[in-house]
């Protein structure tokens, strides 16, 4: 069974970066597109960021210009860059396959931007 283990999340203040990580056991990366998705407190799940399996990214509007999805396919690890954070980005981030999860979720990782 796929597991998808999220890191890299903090504490950090508004204006500042975070770098995430997700390790994917099994070997779902090489064929799948993947996702970076979010939930706030009190509302729906989102999808922040996605990448095909040839590399092309895709961004929420609310994001563009200021996070940076990646994959090493060989690592099968995706990262977030996320730069000029907001109080706004504060949520549990997850990675799954895109454009829809298809496999169980993960912890995610708490990203909060507070000063």
């Known amino acids: 069974q796929v597991q998808l283990v999220e890191s890299g999340g903090g504490l950090v203040q508004p204006g500042g970066s975070l770098r995430l990580a997700c390790a994917a056991s099994g070997s779902i990366f090489s064929i799948n597109a993947m996702g970076w998705y979010r939930q706030a407190p009190g509302k729906q799940r989102e999808t922040v960021a996605t990448?095909?399996?040839?590399?092309?990214?895709d961004y929420a509007d609310s994001v563009k210009g200021r996070f940076t999805i990646s994959r090493d396919d060989a690592k099968n690890t995706l990262f977030l860059r996320m730069n000029s954070l907001k109080p706004e980005d504060t949520a549990i981030y997850y990675c799954n396959t895109a454009p829809r999860a298809t496999v169980p979720w993960g912890q995610g990782t708490q990203v909060t931007v507070s000063s």
């Open positions: 990448i095909t399996s040839g590399g092309r990214p």
